[in-house]
């Protein structure tokens, strides 16, 4: 079946600092890749999206490029301020027996000081 | 839109009484899910809806949990009997059909069963 590893937290980094939250995968087909984003007390919200292979998401300073080829979707920003204090989660998407199979990594909190 | 909407957002009961959790995704929609979220067990899928109809009901923990979507526009999600350990925070979201599209979560419900 399909699964989504993520690197482990939490990740704590001074502000302007480089950020990097590595995800891979495993899936049989041709998924699309997502970062999702949850701030305290909140739910999940999409973060930014790739949708085939070489494929580059970005959104608010963030970005992550689908890599089929060492099945990766890595999340890098170049310089994290406070307000990116949040857990981010990996995920995949794929069709299976004809239904939309969404599955999740684990999340990584980012905790981030100024 | 105003977004998935989430039906208590804050419950408390005791153990052993039954606990009905609503949602209403995002209109146009097909696909709903609900999820459970715990520090211990993370992010986990508990069912998935698509077009009303239940596809995926084996993250449901138990028979004491049960879900139902009798219309597009609105979903329950039932626990009788509840107990301490069901104590989380239940997300629903939803999406468009396709391997694509992302899913939009609610603000979910914070569960304390005592």
């Known amino acids: 079946g399909n699964s989504v590893t993520q690197m482990e937290g939490p990740v704590t980094l001074s502000e302007e600092a480089f950020l990097t939250i590595n995800c891979t995968y495993t899936a049989t087909g041709y998924p699309s890749l997502f970062w999702y984003v949850q701030y305290p007390g909140e739910g999940l919200q999409l973060l930014l999206k790739?949708?085939?292979?070489?494929d580059k998401g970005s959104n608010k300073g963030f970005e992550a490029t689908y890599r089929k080829e060492t099945t990766s979707f890595h999340l890098e920003k170049g310089s994290v301020q406070v307000s990116d204090s949040a857990v981010y989660f990996c995920a995949l998407s794929d069709r299976s027996g004809g239904y939309q199979k969404v599955t999740f990594g684990t999340g990584t909190k980012l905790q981030v000081i100024p | 839109d105003a977004g998935v909407i989430q039906s208590p957002r804050h419950e408390v009961t005791e153990m052993g009484q039954e606990v009905t959790l609503r949602c209403k995704p995002i209109?146009?929609?097909?696909?709903l899910f609900w999820y459970r979220q715990t520090m211990m067990r993370g992010l986990e899928l508990l069912i998935y809806?698509?077009?009303?109809?239940?596809?995926?009901d084996s993250g449901m923990p138990e028979d004491r949990f049960s879900a139902k979507m009798p219309n597009a526009s609105f979903s329950t999600l039932k626990i009788q009997p509840s107990e301490p350990r069901d104590s989380a925070v239940y997300f629903c979201a939803s999406s468009l059909g396709g391997a694509t599209y992302e899913q939009y979560f609610g603000p979910g419900t914070r569960l304390t069963v005592t």
């Open positions: 790739a949708t085939k292979a070489d």
């Open positions: 209109s146009g929609h097909d696909y």
């Open positions: 809806f698509n077009n009303n109809v239940p596809i995926d």
